[in-house]
Every structure is written in structure tokens, then in C-alpha cells.
């Protein structure tokens, strides 16, 4: 896999990675380790608990309002604003 994305943003970074439950996943995965081993902060990969990457797994928890294990994301409240009067 050869990658074309600038990696050095994520120099000392702590990341979390959600992998696809795939084999480009998993692939995609030892690419990005090799890649930032030794200039990443942290390195932790994850799966997401529901469906089959992190698209799935948000859309599918998105009614919830609590915290999930895998990512810690949590929905946020969203409140519209009326429009201004005129």
C-alpha cells in the first residue's frame, strides 16, 4: 500500500483509529503503524462494536445519548435556532 497523504500533522499526536472489519481494513491498519511508528505519540486501533466501520457504527448509535466503549463518542444535543425576524 503506498500511501500519497502528508503524515507529518499526526507527529506526536495521540490517535485513534477506527479499522475497517475487513481485510483492506486490517491492511490499512499495519500500513498506518509502520508508518507512524516511532512519530505518533499513541497509536490505538479500534473496531466499531455495531456494523462494519465507523460510518456504520455512528449512524447506528446515533439516537443514543450515551457514550459508546469503542469510540467515546457521544451525540451531541443539536438545537436549531428560529430564523431572525426580518
Given at each position: 500500500m503506498k500511501g500519497k497523504a502528508d503524515l507529518s500533522p499526526l507527529y506526536g499526536a495521540r490517535i485513534n483509529a477506527v479499522v475497517d472489519k475487513d481485510g483492506a481494513g486490517d491492511n490499512w491498519a499495519r500500513y498506518m503503524s509502520t508508518m507512524?511508528?516511532?512519530k505518533a505519540r499513541t497509536l490505538t486501533f479500534?473496531?466499531?462494536?455495531?456494523?462494519?466501520?465507523?460510518?456504520?457504527?455512528?449512524?447506528?448509535?446515533?439516537?443514543?445519548?450515551?457514550?459508546?466503549?469503542?469510540?467515546?463518542?457521544?451525540?451531541?444535543?443539536?438545537?436549531?435556532?428560529?430564523?431572525?425576524?426580518?
Open positions: 507512524l511508528e516511532g479500534v473496531q466499531a462494536e455495531i456494523g462494519k466501520d465507523a460510518a456504520d457504527h455512528i449512524a447506528a448509535t446515533a439516537d443514543s445519548a450515551t457514550s459508546c466503549r469503542t469510540c467515546s463518542h457521544q451525540k451531541k444535543q443539536q438545537t436549531r435556532n428560529p430564523p431572525a425576524a426580518g
